[in-house]
């Protein structure tokens, strides 16, 4: 079978929301220090402009499951597509042994089939909203963040989810027994039991850092040893200004400690795969799907889901912008490598290494001559990152550019003098802005977006068709 002769077995580990500015080791200057993940990087290839396709979490891993660009042919939040061939289908057809362990609830949840193609699945339970395996815990618990500062989004009554998420948690007494520890034992476990019978693809979907913010209190007192309030372990997805500025300096710290959580457990799978001896024989990659607010623009989560806030939200880098790193056991060393890169090129990658066939019908373009340092930059010109069709995002040369920004009103913005994207400099760079919006346009015709959806970018109109984009 193709892949057989190969002999490469591949993993692949997904920390959720995990921002690019908080990674040591892939950030020039990180918010915090990722011990794990920075040693990983000291033998990886790190593709530094990479950023998010379709957002958030299912959208994202439609693109990576699919390699598809999902936002052009309209995006949305639900189960995977039946009609399009699979990652893990064109793996498990060429040879190797299919397996996802995931603690992401929502590729499970619901009938939404994200397991589509692999062999075998494991998911493990508890995180956010999934109440599978919920025993009802009787003791509330006694600090509960208000409403007024979380996500208004109810699954229970009376329980927004950063409580909810806590009343569930309330069993968890010690670090071992929280969601990252056991999703790397169980991941652990399968490669102890697994690794001499390849080739193999593993996908790791860790939900951490993804909110609610569920740590060791240990942690916590790391990044904000003084605070005595009640602990902000969830955005508001909605304005920053709903916290004082002591909460949101605890709502920050919060996030940096579920980081540094999820990077000492994806650094316990590293472990593994190293002392199994299996680093000159597997190729590993490691991503995230998006980033999260933690104050910038006034917002703090993903998108808006608070009553009252009527705002426009587009898409900044602090979301878009994420990690991509793989190490291949015959590019030895460390190398940065600029120029644009996507999700779908991560899956074109994972096809042609494992030399797995329905890469035809895959819109990515392999990544393997820049890992094998036979290309020095990256395949592509800018990056389209949106959560539904009438809102993308480009980046192209060192700006952004929004066909709905602010108010919903077309915004440029100079990234080099202007970072935070404070100053829409439209006015003054039209031609420029005119370059980005006509880029979109082909990139929406490359990828299957709908007459319609094109006309409109190229006549330079808003796209208003309501998608009905739900949750996270």
Request: glycine share 8%; charged share 25%; with cysteine.
């Amino acid at each position: 079978m193709k892949g057989m002769e190969n002999g490469m077995n591949i993993i692949v580990i997904v920390a959720d929301t995990f921002r690019w500015d908080h990674l040591s080791g892939i950030c020039p200057k990180p918010q915090i220090e990722t011990h794990s993940i920075e040693k990983f990087s000291e033998e990886c290839v790190i593709f530094d402009d990479h950023y998010s396709g379709s957002i958030p979490t299912l959208p994202n891993r439609t693109d990576c499951f699919t390699g598809k660009f999902y936002l052009a042919e309209g995006g949305g939040w639900g189960p995977l597509r039946s009609d399009v061939p699979t990652l893990a289908g064109a793996m498990s057809a060429a040879g190797y042994r299919t397996q996802l362990i995931t603690s992401t609830p929502h590729i499970l949840t619901k009938n939404n089939y994200y397991q589509r193609g692999f062999q075998f699945y494991e998911w493990i339970r508890g995180s956010e909203e999934d109440l599978g395996l919920c025993p009802g815990n009787a003791v509330r618990p006694k600090q509960i963040q208000p409403d007024e500062k979380s996500r208004h989004t109810y699954y229970l009554p009376g329980w927004h989810l950063g409580a909810l998420t806590e009343w569930m948690h309330g069993r968890y007494q010690w670090e071992e027994d929280m969601i990252a520890p056991t999703l790397a034992r169980a991941a652990s476990k399968w490669l102890e039991w697994n690794y001499k019978d390849g080739p193999f693809f593993l996908w790791i979907d860790c939900f951490d850092p993804h909110e609610p913010w569920c740590c060791p209190e240990y942690l916590r007192r790391h990044f904000d040893p003084d605070y005595d309030g009640i602990p902000m372990t969830h955005p508001s997805y909605g304005p920053a200004s709903v916290f004082t500025k002591r909460e949101l300096f605890n709502l920050q710290a919060n996030y940096k400690a579920q980081a540094t959580f999820a990077d000492k457990w994806v650094g316990h799978i590293l472990r593994k795969i190293h002392d199994l001896d299996l680093m000159d024989d597997t190729l590993i990659a490691f991503t995230s799907d998006h980033g999260i607010y933690l104050g910038e623009h006034d917002r703090t989560g993903k998108d808006n889901h608070y009553n009252g806030d009527k705002r426009h939200w587009p898409v900044y880098n602090a979301v878009s912008h994420i990690p991509l790193m793989f190490r291949h056991p015959k590019a030895k060393g460390s190398r940065h490598v600029k120029g644009f890169t996507q999700p779908i090129d991560l899956t074109k990658t994972l096809i042609e290494a494992a030399g797995a066939g329905h890469s035809q019908d895959m819109q990515g373009i392999s990544l393997l001559p820049q890992i094998q340092g036979k290309a020095p930059r990256g395949p592509r010109q800018y990056a389209v990152t949106g959560r539904s069709i009438e809102n993308p995002a480009i980046n192209m040369g060192g700006w952004l550019y929004h066909p709905l920004g602010e108010g919903r009103k077309p915004a440029l913005y100079r990234l080099k003098s202007d970072p935070m994207c404070e100053r829409n400099v439209l006015a003054a760079n039209k031609a420029q802005a005119g370059k980005m919006r006509r880029a979109i346009v082909r990139f929406y015709r490359d990828h299957g977006a709908t007459e319609q959806a094109i006309k409109c970018f190229e006549e330079g109109k808003p796209y208003k068709k309501d998608l009905g984009l739900t949750v996270s």
